[in-house]
């Protein structure tokens, strides 16, 4: 049972670390607004002030506020989550947290993936949206606990 609590804790981790690393990278050898290319993606360093798609960049102060809100209940509440999804868990707090420093260090957030036919976006993103997507589908499709609201059958 604990190691699968230690799941949730080390993907964080793993996720927090590769993001740090990768941006650390990217601000120190890569000029601001530039780009390497390569034939599938291109690594080009953007700040981001906003949010998904470069959007509401005049809320910052929002995002940090909301993201530091979502860390916090995720550390304080993860135990009391399905252990099914508290891996998916783990990379909502390690994006979220990546994404947190480089709000306070910078004020946006570092980007540098290009993929061409996205948004640039980075390794915390990633996690973010991958999270989502197998939160969705475990919801979804295998989590079979009934439901508090369904309406009961009465046997006549």
């Known amino acids: 049972m604990a ?6 804790w080390l993907i964080a981790l793993i996720v927090f670390v590769l993001d740090r690393l990768s941006k650390f990278w990217i601000v120190s050898n890569v000029p601001f607004g530039s ?9 080009t360093y953007i700040l981001n002030a906003g949010t998904l798609f470069g959007m509401f960049k005049h809320a910052a102060l929002f995002f940090l506020i ?3 809100v ?3 209940f995720l550390v304080l509440k993860f135990d009391s989550f399905d252990l099914r999804i508290q891996p998916f868990l783990g990379l909502v707090l390690g994006g979220a947290l990546g994404n947190v420093v480089d709000r306070l260090l910078y004020g946006a957030v570092v ?3 290009d993929v061409h036919f996205w948004p640039v976006f ?6 973010l949206s991958v999270a989502v997507v197998l939160i969705l589908v475990f919801e979804l499709f295998f989590n079979q606990e009934p439901k508090k609201y369904q309406k009961h059958k009465r046997n006549i």
Do not use: G, H, R, Y
Request: proline share 0%.
């Open 3 to 8: 190691a699968k609590k230690i799941t949730f």
């Open 111 to 113: 980007d540098f993936i």
């Open 122 to 127: 980075n390794v915390a993103d990633a996690a």
């Open 70 to 72: 979502v860390i916090v």
């Open 66 to 68: 909301f993201s530091l």
């Open 35 to 43: 780009s390497i290319d390569f034939s599938f993606l291109s690594i």
